[in-house]
């Protein structure tokens, strides 16, 4: 949500996935109005090159692991493939090498409607390459009093797990450092404090000395 936060919420998540909405009724409108103007063939090819060099390998290792951690390239290669930096620079050859066309116009409505439509973005290593609700996300939601997202259509058994490094090990005892701390010394706060005798034998201020 922020830089110190860089999270979303439910209700954040749905905000950005609307403005992705935006931009998907924009390049669908675009490609009704220029319907005959579209070569479809090309059009078709630029809407599935994305996934099939994109998702569908990492789809099927996923389908094939069994829970277990995929290859870490499966997820670069989704999220270059769907990188709206990767796609402008194809946009931008095409045009430079080919010519502007309305064929293009595949490559919005396809991202658009990833993120807006189904709100699939960019994935982490961290996460199952197939969305996996997370105890840790909805743990955090609990703290912060807020709902939590519906849940996905699928589920998955035995349950996938992404690439997470295993905690550091701590001594056993970390625990139980404070029950067994010393308690501290009084001697610094006993010599601020004059002593019984000490009181007694003070002479008043201002006094003679007989």
């Given at each position: 949500m922020d830089q110190a936060n860089p999270f979303e919420t439910p209700r954040t998540f749905a905000l950005h996935r609307a403005e992705y909405l935006v931009a998907f009724a924009a390049s669908t409108a675009a490609i009704?109005?220029?319907?005959?103007?579209?070569?479809?063939?090309?059009?078709?090819?630029?809407f599935l090159y994305i996934d099939v060099i994109g998702y569908l390998p990492g789809a099927i290792a996923f389908k094939r692991a069994g829970g277990r951690p995929i290859p870490k390239a499966y997820y670069v290669l989704y999220n270059v493939m769907h990188s709206l930096i990767t796609q402008g620079a194809v946009v931008a050859l095409w045009c430079w090498t080919i010519g502007p066309e309305w064929a293009l116009?595949?490559?919005?409505?396809?991202?658009?409607?990833?993120?807006?439509?189904?709100?699939?973005?960019?994935?982490s290593f961290?996460?199952?390459?197939?969305?996996?609700?997370?105890?840790?996300?909805?743990?955090?939601?609990?703290?912060?009093?807020?709902?939590?997202p519906?849940?996905?259509?699928?589920?998955?058994?035995?349950?996938?797990?992404?690439?997470?490094?295993?905690?550091p090990a701590r001594p056993a005892e970390t625990a139980a450092t404070g029950a067994h701390s010393p308690a501290?010394?009084?001697?610094?706060?006993?010599?601020?404090?004059?002593s019984a005798r000490h009181?007694?034998?003070?002479?008043?201020?201002?006094?003679?000395?007989?």
């Open positions: 009704i109005v220029n319907f005959g103007d579209i070569r479809w063939p090309v059009w078709i090819a630029l116009l595949a490559i919005p409505w396809h991202l658009s409607g990833d993120r807006g439509l189904f709100g699939n973005f960019m994935k961290a996460l199952p390459y197939e969305p996996v609700a997370q105890k840790g996300y909805l743990r955090l939601l609990d703290d912060l009093r807020l709902p939590h519906k849940p996905v259509s699928h589920t998955f058994d035995p349950e996938p797990v992404g690439h997470i490094p295993p905690a501290p010394a009084p001697a610094a706060a006993a010599g601020h404090a004059p009181a007694e034998s003070a002479e008043p201020a201002g006094q003679p000395v007989s």
